[in-house]
Each structure stands twice: as structure tokens, then as C-alpha cells.
């Protein structure tokens, strides 16, 4: 596939471009955030910079409406645009598109949604961008893409066929002899405007080190939604040629431009040797993740904790105040020693030192002089079960049925 990078300002290299020759735009411009976005690569060898301030927001949406007026003359009559943004300017770049390619080009808003650490920002957390899919004309070139059913989906509405009855009204198609018609050619279900799609973690190998960096898999799947094998697909502010890579890797022509040098020269690297990174959470899913045991921090019900998934040492972080060592708990296991558990959680606690560690114990019956053997940092408490039992005892009782 033919790839190539231009410097100099888009709008200019774009007025040089055929009427007509593009089948996609990805237009992934400066969000009007209204400050210099910078980063250093791993090796701290490079810095990529770009300036992301305007006088106004006018002089902000002018700079783009000369640029969309070429983005839409350079679009085939079955193109497509998408056109990334955040909430900064989302409303009036909405306006805008509206009034270039027409409120009936519209076609999608798509909800980019990602997890983030927290911050200390007095609102909600912002972990979404949008993107605004237009079409130049009605005869738009489209791909429908299937995602999974839903765990709680009924296994006869995946194996029947559905049709409308004369009331518009969704229902099973029948036979003539009222038998219910079985369908074993579904693909899943069409993607919605919401994309579950994670931000590229700090040691991904796509990861080049340019700000505001995009993910290939979130690129991959717009230009499989709106192109074929050998279209042209253009990025104007194209910065680390993440979609000049998912162009190249799905057999894409492509042709990216920027202002930057820098950035022209980063993206013609990575075309050299295109680096993807596999989503083994998109491959199994969010609920895969999830790893704690229920039955265990069932102990800590009411204690005002965050259980960790992805560990095999502790069980839960108990809520400190702010500047206190964090408290890590475990609970002792069925069929787990108290030496087992201890040590467990005593090497999870290593890597978060200063910190407390709390084991709690589910089994009273330990052998004498277990405790002198346990790691010193471990603080050993009991359950309200295993408190019960001891308290049984000391009154003579023997021990409860299970």
C-alpha cells in the first residue's frame, strides 16, 4: 500500500489535492484546550510539542471551517468524515459540520469511551471523546461491523430468525405450519455509538511518546466501518501517524499531513515498522478482570474498603486518611493455612511499602507457636465467625456444625 507523509499546513496541502480522491477523512485537529500539549519519549532523547492556543474561540472555529470546506471538496461522493473532538468545543464544531456538508449528512455522534485514574477536579471525571461521523453524500460507502451478544441474551433470540408483523411489531418468523424459522448465519450484534476502546497504558509498544497519542484499534475500526482495501485515507493533523499505521495494517493508501517536523518524521518511523499492541481487555472483556473473591470479602461487608482485582496476596484496601500508610487486607481461605495466607500477603505488601498489613483469620484451630512463625509485619485479626468459635470454646462449647 502507498503511504505517505507531507509537511506544511493542511489547508494548503489539502487545495492541492484532486476534487473527489479521498474515500475518508479523520480529522483529529486541536481541541481548543487552550494550553501546549507536550510529552518526552521513553529514552528522553525527543520531545514532541504542538500549541493548542487560540485569541478566541472564533478564531478557533474559523481555523477550521477553511480547513473542512477542502476536507469536503477532496471527498468521493461515497466519503466519509469523522471528526474527533472533546467537550471543549464539541457544540460548535457540531454547528460547523452542520453547515458544510449539511444537517442531513449527520449520520453518527460516537461516544469514545475509556477508564482513567482519578483526579481531584469538583465534577465528574472526564473519560469520553467524540466523534462526529458525516457523509458527503446519501450513497455513503459502509461496512457493518458486529460486536458480541450480551451474556444475558436468550439463546432462541441468537437461533431464530425475527421478522415485522403487519403491525411493524418484532416477532419470530414462522413457517407454513407455524414452525418457528431457525437462523445460523447471525454475526452478533451491529456496533452502537459507544466504544468500550482502553487509552494506550504507559508501557504499550505502540506507545511513541507524542501527546494525545490515539490507540490503532479505536482508528482500525473507524476505517473498517467506511472503507475498502485500496481507498485513500486522509489525516490532515495526522501527529504520531497512528492512522497512517491502522491504514497501512488493514491495506489502506494513506496520506497524513502536519505542520510539525517532528511529527512528520515520527509517523514516517513508525510506517517503516508498523507496531500495533493487542487489547487482551477488549480480547476478554472487562468481566474477566474482575478476580476477587466473593466469599472473602464477604468477611469485610460494611468496612469501608476497595477490593483489588489481579492479586493473589490481598483481598481489599482499607479507606485511610489522606498521608496514611494504606492498610491491605487479607482474608484467610478454606483449606489455606494461616503460614500460606501470611506469607501471601506478606509478599504483596513488599512492593506498597510503608503499609499495613491486616490478615483476617478464619480458622481458630492453629498449632501452637504458628503465630512465632508468621512474617512480623503481619497484624492478625479475627473473624467475627473465628472470634465466635474461641468465645464457644473458652465456655466449654465444642465446635459448630458447618
Known sequence: MASEVRHGDCLEVTRGLAAESVDLVYVDPPFFTQKTHSLVTRDRATKFEFS????????????????????RRVLKATGSLFFHCDTNASHHIRCLLDEVFGETMFRSEIIWHYRRWSNSQRNPMPSHQTIFFYTKTDAY????????????????????????????KAVYARDGSDNVIHDGHKKGVPIADVWDIPLLNPKAKERVGYPTQKPILLL????????????????PFTGSGTTLVAAELLGRNSLGIDVAAEAVQLAKQRLVEPVKTSSELLRKG???????????????????????????????ILNAKPGENPILIRVQRRDESLADAAELLHAAGQSKQPATLVLIVTDPQQPA????????????????ASELVERLADRGIGKLNH
Request: hydrophobic share 35%.
Open 52 to 71: 493548542d492556543e487560540w485569541k478566541s474561540r472564533v478564531e478557533y472555529i474559523e481555523f477550521l471551517r477553511l480547513r473542512v470546506k477542502e476536507f
Open 141 to 168: 460507502q459502509y461496512h457493518q461491523l458486529f460486536g458480541d451478544y450480551s451474556p444475558s441474551t436468550n439463546v432462541d433470540q441468537i437461533l431464530q430468525r425475527r421478522q415485522r408483523d403487519e403491525h411493524g
Open 220 to 235: 482500525e475500526r473507524i476505517i473498517a466501518l467506511v472503507t475498502s482495501p485500496g481507498d485513500l485515507v486522509l489525516d
Open 286 to 316: 472487562r468481566e474477566s478482570y474482575v478476580q476477587s473473591d466473593e466469599e472473602a470479602l464477604a468477611y469485610l461487608h460494611g468496612l469501608p474498603i476497595i477490593p483489588v482485582q489481579r492479586n493473589r496476596g490481598m483481598d481489599a
Open 369 to 384: 507457636g504458628l503465630f512465632d512463625m508468621l512474617p512480623s509485619d503481619v497484624v492478625l485479626v479475627n473473624s467475627t
